[in-house]
């Protein structure tokens, strides 16, 4: 599809010229100064200084940052069931774009991914289409009903090979499902991925509780309702030995509740999102629902706590949550609207402008947050680096001067931005998978 | 003055008292035999109720028909917009129709931003959902103001010192939230009284003071406004029981007497008779309920004046200009 097929020699080979390395593991730090990526065979064959390969297409990649390609551990991409929003083809787009080269599906498609015949069509289209590996998560429960068991072990089995399991968009509010769950998937080395949101705490809500939601009649959404959650699911994951993942940490109180835990030695993983990096409930001032999201906006205080715990490691990983919605379903009024943003293609750029740009984690820890852990916790061994001679060629390749450009829709079918018209610095310059480039000079190949 | 009337955090104090002394000098002129003024004729006022308040609706009708403005009043309910019409599109419809101002009633909060972002007209909102209902508020000071200072010596006061106390469910009030912001850029010094689940988790950073306890309020107001318990907040543990709410929270005769003399009880209606007011105290001197209502129509027909910018009034024309 993309370029000339990997061949022997130098046929379809590439020469990426004088990257500055983030995430190549141990003995090679940035501070080595820039390197030479020779990618053959979909491969890394070397890095180095001063490589040559013969019939090798040259990247001068002079000034540019080489991550190993991006892995989103939680994106929405709407197929089967609203193609109108989002298909594996058009997310993967926006995924490469992005700098991804893995992304997984979250289960809340229609039919819910809660069988491996679902699981299977998903992986199967995200294959086909082949711009950017799709990992399929599996449903928790029957329907995202939280009453009974999904077949997990048949999902696990099947050809999608699914290890993260979600009733995202829903909480596995019964304990005792939570539970069962936790213990299920020790038998594969699964892992539950936890929306965390008390459901009797926030019936109908809409918005961060607080000055603002208070301010503007909008029934607030607690932050307590999160965090009793993740207290309650660490609890969990301790008694049963089991990996919990918290999806979308959104509070300071939740990143507390996970140190506290880590500190303790238990299986608790977590991610936060771009979006709650950089944003505040400020921003719901004029009711536009393009700023309507699940979990909400926070305050500046939980914003500076998240950043904090991203960068100490609490927080393992960036993901995206990328939920693409129809123009409809946001032109409306605000507790009408679709929860919901995309982020995919902005990702890396609200990271470097929330986390590097700020002084707060430098390009490994970059690339340590939205590759290597990402891919650790998702069980997908052909990603997350490091980049070094052997491992698949996955990368991406980034240039964190380009100037502060405002984001413009780009290749998502949705155009729900909170960034709009919003000034972002850097740019995505290429991304390789496995050797091949599934975006060149910022563009699609 | 903005051209929308979408929050009572959008009026200065001078704006505030610019609508009630226009509203002073509408009053006037409506108490003359013919209650009609010409200074509207030609321009249309859509009346947009998508919930039903029959009360709000006829008071801003009958308030752009006494400035000779044509009506047109636009139910959502049984119509296109109850068949999945969005609002979006309905606002579309509205343009079509040339509408110079739109005055939406709408269950969701913030629909009448939402709405003003789509129209060139002029929005006025009568209430969106547990937001605001900013001239609720403007016809409550008006008629604060006329009781409290003197109908002919008002104008041009603000209401600074005035003590008001607010009871009951500020949580979904849209009447308390435009009240608050209002009454204190008009300088009075408001008072929630409320028990701690129908108070907003950050009410501390409104501009009043909050008591969760009513009687201890009482001696030191000069107005009492009671808001209406919605009754789906019976069923939702907001308070044990409405026996136990009016006990704590209610109005009645022997509240009442521990208020001075002098002092107003107000109700934005439509009330709930010996749950948040004892029917003695609806009923008796202190009560502004029925004034309030005639207030109304005064106060709406200010706003749209001075939103749309009528012509052929004179005497309102010079107190704009000064
Ligand atoms: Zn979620």
Redesign the pocket.
Known sequence: MTGPAPGKGGQGAWLVRGAALAGAGAGVAQADGPADILVRGGTIAAIGSGLSQAGARVLDADGLVALPGLVDLHTHLREPGREDAETVETGTRAAALGGYTAVHAMANTDPVADTAGVVEQVWRLGRACGRCDVQPVGAVSVGLGGVRLAELGTMADSAARVRVFSD??RCVADPLLMRRALEYVKAFDGVIAQ?AQEPRLTEGAQLNEGEMSGRLGLAGWPAVAEEAIVARDCLLAAHVGSALHV??VSTAGSAEIIRWAKSKGWPVTAEVTPHHLLLTDELAAGYDPVFKV?PPLRTAADVAELRRALADGTIDCVAT?HAPHPVEAKETEWPEAAFGMIGLETALRAVQQAMVDSGLLDWDGVADRMSARPARIGRLAGHGGPLAAGRPASLTLYDPAAPPEAVTPGASKSRNTPFAGMELPGRVVATFLRGVPTVLDGKLG | MRRHLISAADLSRADALLILDTAEELADLTDRPIKKLPTLRGRTVVNLFFEDSTRTRISFEAAAKRLSADVINFSAKGSSVAKGESLKDTALTLEAMGADAVVIRHGASGAAHRLAGWVRGSVVNAGDGTHEHPTQALLDAFTMRRRLQGAGAARGKGLDGIRVTIVGDVLHSRVARSNVLLLSALGAQVTLAAPPTLLPLAVDSWPCAVSYELDSELPKSDAVMMLRVQTERMTAAYFPSVREYSRRYGLDAARMARLPEHAIVMHPGPMNRGVEIAAEVADSARSTVVEQVANGVTIRMAVLYLLLGGTEFPEAAAEVSR
């Open positions: 995202d968009g929306h999806c979308h699940n949550d």
